[in-house]
């Protein structure tokens, strides 16, 4: 499958609908974000592997997390779990103004994104090693969190460094679980998305290593 037949199946399918998600998905070539190995797969709606115990979520799924995320265009972001930099080069298109900060515990794969947003002259995406699931909060508050592994709950550390009028969006549960959304403002409201599954999150606020 091409990347238009793709986009023309999420936007039937009613995953894709916001102008702004589907010029991004456009615009970013998915071949680049998976080893060469798998580019033929690059354009089917599935997870590929992308190394190190790791995969790059299904189109679909990307398509869900945007457009429940509702980005502007001079969002700050936080992105829990860069892998290869696919999400983050998304958000950083509708973002166009804004910042995106990701952060990916394998060193490797987070080089690996380092590279690709170089190639794509992507410029409002910075890339830091470390544990995410405690977030980032040198750079806190955030209009935007999302994760892209799932975690054993929501973190309130992440709850904290959201903006209020903020969106956080994370699958909650070991590989299989709900995607939720959390509103921060004078009150946190908490909303289930649908079922989802992503590897599990790792570090003080996630899963520990086995």
């Excluded at 952060?103 to 409002?124: T, V």
């Excluded at 921060?184 to 570090?203: H, Q």
């Amino acid at each position: 499958m091409d990347k238009e037949r793709l986009i023309n199946k999420l936007i039937r399918q009613g995953y894709l609908k916001s102008r702004e998600v589907i010029e991004a998905m456009r615009e970013v070539p998915r071949e680049i974000f998976v080893p060469e190995s798998q580019r033929e797969y690059a354009y089917e709606d599935v997870p590929l592997e992308i190394g190190y115990g790791q995969t790059i979520s299904a189109p679909h799924m990307v398509a869900i997390m945007l457009e429940a995320l509702k980005l502007k265009e001079d969002s700050k972001v936080l992105e829990i779990g860069t892998g290869t930099g696919y999400h983050a080069a998304l958000a950083a298109k509708i973002a166009k103004r804004g910042k995106i900060y990701t952060i990916e515990r394998i060193k490797e794969l987070a080089e690996k994104a380092r590279e690709n947003f170089r190639k794509l002259d992507i410029k409002n995406v910075e890339v830091f090693v470390g544990d995410g699931s405690v977030g980032l909060p040198k750079y806190a508050p955030y209009t935007h969190i999302y994760a892209t592994c799932s975690a054993p709950h929501i973190p309130d550390t992440l709850i904290e460094q959201l903006d209020k009028g903020g969106r956080l969006l994370i699958p909650v549960g070991r590989i299989y679980g709900e995607l939720w959304l959390v509103e921060k403002n004078d009150e946190i409201k908490k909303k289930r998305l649908g079922g989802c599954a992503f590897v599990p999150m790792v570090g003080e606020e996630g899963y520990n290593e086995d």
